[in-house]
Nanobody
Framework: QVQLVESGGGLVQPGGSLRLSCAVSGGPISGYTMGWFRQAPGKEREFVASISWSGSTKRYPDSVLGRFTISRENALNTVYLQMNSLKPEDTAVYYC???????????????????WGQGTQVTVSS
């Protein structure tokens, strides 16, 4: 069974940075698009970033473009999300996910992802 475990969340002041990690076990990330999503209280889960199986294509919504960077280390079966210039509106539970089908493009659609982690809380507040 594929399992994903996020870490690196916490409390940070506006303008600060955090680096989230997603460690995957029970199956490879090599060959699979990986994604990060977030969910704030009372809101739907939303797309944050995705990286294609080759690592050559990354996608971000406008809300985080230029501030967040997704990366992957296949040898460690780990995906990262570097978050800079954090804002209070970035406060949410952050989830990583592995796409269902191998060797398919990066995607922002939650239904394209089969395996999800339990999430890590990110709180941006002074």
């Amino acid at each position: 069974q594929v399992q994903l475990v996020e870490s690196g969340g916490g409390l940070v002041q506006p303008g600060g940075s955090l680096r989230l990690s997603c460690a995957v076990s029970g199956g490879p990330i090599s060959g699979y698009t990986m994604g990060w999503f977030r969910q704030a209280p009372g809101k739907e889960r939303e797309f944050v970033a995705s990286i294609s199986w080759s690592g050559s294509t990354k996608r971000y919504p406008d809300s985080v473009l230029g501030r967040f960077t997704i990366s992957r280390e296949n040898a460690l079966n780990t995906v990262y999300l570097q978050m800079n210039s954090l804002k209070p509106e970035d406060t949410a539970v952050y989830y990583c996910a592995r796409k269902t089908t191998a060797y398919t493009p990066a995607s922002f659609d939650t239904t394209d992802y089969e395996y999800w982690g339990q999430g890590t809380q990110v709180t941006v507040s002074s």
